[in-house]
């Protein structure tokens, strides 16, 4: 029996589940790696300054930004993110979101895991989305 030295990511699409491309069903890691958790992250610019008041497609645009920021001081991207759970305000529109997001994420294969979920409030009132991350970079 041979084992391996390095990590691996696998994206699983299962043939009796719905397909999306927008998620991955299951993602499973095996091997060596680093696990970055990533806490929850809001439309907020590194002075503090809530950026996209009342826009949820800003605000969007600024968490990923966030992401990014958390990722790159972690040595990874956010093609290494394998689950991220996107809590958002009830009565914003999931459309403007998305399309941000979508845009955000390009053309990467194996997107992550996802769960949405609507909350009455974050923990700023200003606030309209939450994201927190898991990402994992294969060694």
């Known amino acids: 029996m041979t084992t391996s ?62 992401l990014q920021t958390a990722l790159e001081a972690s040595g990874a991207g956010l093609e290494h993110i394998i689950k991220w759970n996107i809590y958002i305000v009830q009565g914003q529109p999931l459309r403007p979101g998305f399309e941000a997001s979508q845009k955000l994420w390009g053309g990467r294969p194996n997107p992550p895991t996802i769960s949405v979920m609507f909350v009455a409030g974050l923990a700023n009132p200003e606030f309209l989305v939450e994201v927190d991350a898991i990402a994992v970079v294969p060694e």
């Open 5 to 66: 030295t390095h990590g691996q990511v696998q994206h699983i699409n299962p043939d009796n589940l719905s397909k999306n491309p927008a998620f991955t069903q299951v993602v499973a890691v095996t091997g060596p790696g680093k696990t970055i958790y990533i806490g929850g992250q809001d439309a907020v610019d590194a002075s503090g300054t809530i950026i996209g008041k009342g826009d949820i497609k800003a605000q969007v645009e600024q968490v990923f930004k966030n």
